[in-house]
């Protein structure tokens, strides 16, 4: 190593290059975050030159995008479905999901994380499910929707991670208890103890 400290350089001042070789090595969310960075390398993550490199290393990888397409027909009804594309040939097929429905079922995806998708869906009735899946593997994990425990509540969401360095994940339940009441409530559902173990009052 050498004795004389290298000069110091101001992260704007480095080539587009050099900033595109690292940008290049980061997830999606960090490109998110660097897009509000500022203006440059809002400029720079979202050019043209930039996309092309990441597909180009995807290529090289062997990698497949997922792409989620929908038609709400109307309210209650709506035509989903999941193409699969190969990075290296650009060729489509369809993705093949591991649940059956009828028209009046739908389906909608939480999350995607680690490879993992978290679906939500109606199949051939009123019953609706969670599903966690990895389509590389075809291994999936079947969950009660808890919203079929809480009738008519007003609102509600969900959320989807993993925990740090672990294959470990967890699906966080948010909803209102009843229509009178502003509080919400938050129950998590983990994949080392299989229920929704956790009941928490969130504070206004």
Known sequence: MSDIPPSSLEIPQLLDDLMCEIFERCNGL???????????????????????????????RGCYLFAHFGYLFSWTTALDWIMKLDSRTGETSEFTLPFLFNHDGWFEILGVEQGVFCIRYCCLGSERFLLTWNPSTGIFHR??????????????????????KSTHYAIIHVFYEDYESPACVLTIYTSFRRNWYVTIPCPN
Do not use: K, M
């Open 30 to 60: 960090t490109i998110q975050n660097v897009r509000h960075t500022c203006r440059h390398w809002r400029q720079l993550a979202g050019s043209y030159e930039f996309a092309a490199r990441v597909s180009n290393r995807c290529r090289s």
């Open 143 to 164: 969950i009660n929707d808890p919203t079929d425990l809480h009738e008519g509540e007003p609102a509600f969401l969900y959320a989807f991670a993993f925990y740090p």
